[in-house]
């Protein structure tokens, strides 16, 4: 690997926390960001020759606040040219940090810029983007090329995300404890970036690692902070364990390829066994929350060697403890599968019938998916086939929709 190459990880891993220190001294979210990415475009340019300096956050911190006061010197000397921006620069911004003065902080920095990206004020399409762009160090063109959109809306999004912060008088600072409410959006928000990377929702791939990366990165990074909250090392085994399975998930023409027929010898052992250590201990240890409940049945999945070994009456226990937690559709979804693997195709039909006049679910095609798998299952070729047609007319993601059209073509 190439000073190139080590320099552009690293600039990912320092850009939030460059971010969130200048925040945190200036203020002014969208100028600091500006900033930074001023300082991030100088040290693409001067490292790869220069080399990496031995203290790089620092560096980034001064050249961003030396920006910061040329901007603010710029602004000023428009509005008075009579008198010198030198002379009006508040003392916070007379001069940039030293190299070093925000170190100490740098975690907890990152962590308050998370929960600013995902602040309840904001929808939660721009929290997305607003969180990749600014703690995951994603570029506008990066996160619309990733959700397939164009960049302009990308950049309205994170426009408008900015200009609601300010409006609502959002501010930078770090709370002696996170609020249950705020730890919760942060944990959905980074939730969403994987699943859209894990199963993208739209286009020809079927999985776009730059957002399953980014996810666990931000992961990791939560939980290196709070490493006694049971939900986020959920959230993060949950990741590591569903990640483990990817290069089974596509055969090389890039069809898709459903759990029950993957070759596990593809999996990631080293993701499944910290994924497992991450849960295990999670469970022990903290209040069961619906991640934990998550990253159990996922680890319950790895541990099986082959589809049939399957632990599927554990699994129906952990869907039925996660539906008490989260009665959502989904986990309904989820549950009658496991239910038809237990007690039969029928009985699994069965749940599904309060999931056909349910608005979030009545076309959406994972129902039809469902119901076309379980009427297979109980021998029901037509109108598995015909079920396996619908679901593959409602999806967006062509992976999806040629499995499906396969499947009723078999039938």
């Known amino acids: 690997m190439n000073v190139g190459d080590v320099a552009g990880d690293l600039l990912r891993e320092l850009s939030p926390q460059v971010l969130g220190a200048l925040i945190r001294r200036y203020g002014r979210f969208a100028e600091c960001e500006d900033a930074v990415q001023e300082a991030m475009l100088a040290a693409t340019v001067q490292w790869p020759g220069a080399g990496i300096p031995d203290n790089p956050r620092g560096w980034l911190i001064t050249v961003a606040s030396r920006r910061m006061i040329d901007q603010w010197r710029s602004y000023h000397a428009r509005q008075e040219r ?21 170190h100490a902080s740098a975690d907890d920095d990152t962590l308050t810029l998370l929960f600013l990206c995902c602040h309840p004020g904001l929808p939660e399409p721009s929290q997305i983007a607003l969180t990749l762009r600014a703690v995951g160090g994603l570029t506008t063109t990066e996160i619309a090329r990733a959700f397939l959109l164009p960049e302009p809306t990308i950049a309205q999004r994170i426009t408008r995300a900015k200009q609601r912060l300010k409006e609502t008088g959002a501010r930078f600072e770090t709370p002696s404890s996170w609020s249950d409410e705020a730890l919760a959006a942060v944990l959905h928000v980074l ?22 990366s980014e996810a666990i990165r931000l992961a990791r990074a939560v939980h290196r902070l709070l490493p006694d909250d049971g939900e986020v090392a959920g959230l993060l085994a949950l990741m590591l364990l569903t990640e483990a399975r990817r290069r089974a998930r596509t055969r090389p023409d890039g069809t898709l390829v459903p759990l029950s027929e993957q070759d596990r010898s593809l999996w990631d052992a080293d993701a499944i066994r910290a994924g497992t250590e991450l849960i295990t201990g999670a469970m022990s240890a903290s209040p069961l929350g619906p ?31 996660l539906e008490r937690l989260t009665p959502t559709p989904v986990v309904r979804l989820n549950r009658a599968v496991a239910t038809a693997m237990v007690h039969g195709a029928q009985a699994g039909l069965d749940e599904l019938e309060p999931l056909e006049s349910d608005p979030r679910t009545a076309r959406q095609h994972r129902l039809a998916a469902v119901r076309a798998h379980l009427l297979e299952m109980a021998g029901q070729d037509a109108a598995a086939r015909a079920n396996y047609q619908m679901a593959a007319r409602l999806t967006t993601s062509l992976p999806e929709r040629r499995y499906l059209e396969d499947r009723a073509a078999q039938l």
């Open 291 to 321: 991640y934990q409940l998550q990253a159990a049945i996922a680890a319950v999945h790895a541990e099986a060697a082959h589809a049939d070994q399957t632990d599927w009456r554990q699994i129906l226990a952990l869907y039925q403890v």
């Open 82 to 102: 009579e008198i010198t921006a030198f002379e009006r620069t508040p003392d916070y911004l007379a001069a940039a940090p030293a190299a070093d003065a925000e």
């Open 191 to 212: 939730y969403l970036i994987f699943n859209e990377g894990y199963t993208a929702t739209s286009g020809t791939g079927l999985h776009r690692v730059e957002l399953t």
